[in-house]
């Protein structure tokens, strides 16, 4: 079951990361 979600924890982490990511920009 974990192994199936990797990709969706992976792509929430990625998100996370990028509105931080603007969030110092502005």
Known sequence: ???SLKPYVFVLQF????TQ????LQ
Not at 15 to 18: A, G, I, S
Not at 21 to 24: G, L
Request: charged fraction near 25%; hydrophobic fraction near 65%; charge should be negative.
């Open 1 to 3: 079951m974990l192994s």
């Open 15 to 18: 998100v996370f990361v990028e």
């Open 21 to 24: 990511i603007d969030r110092v």
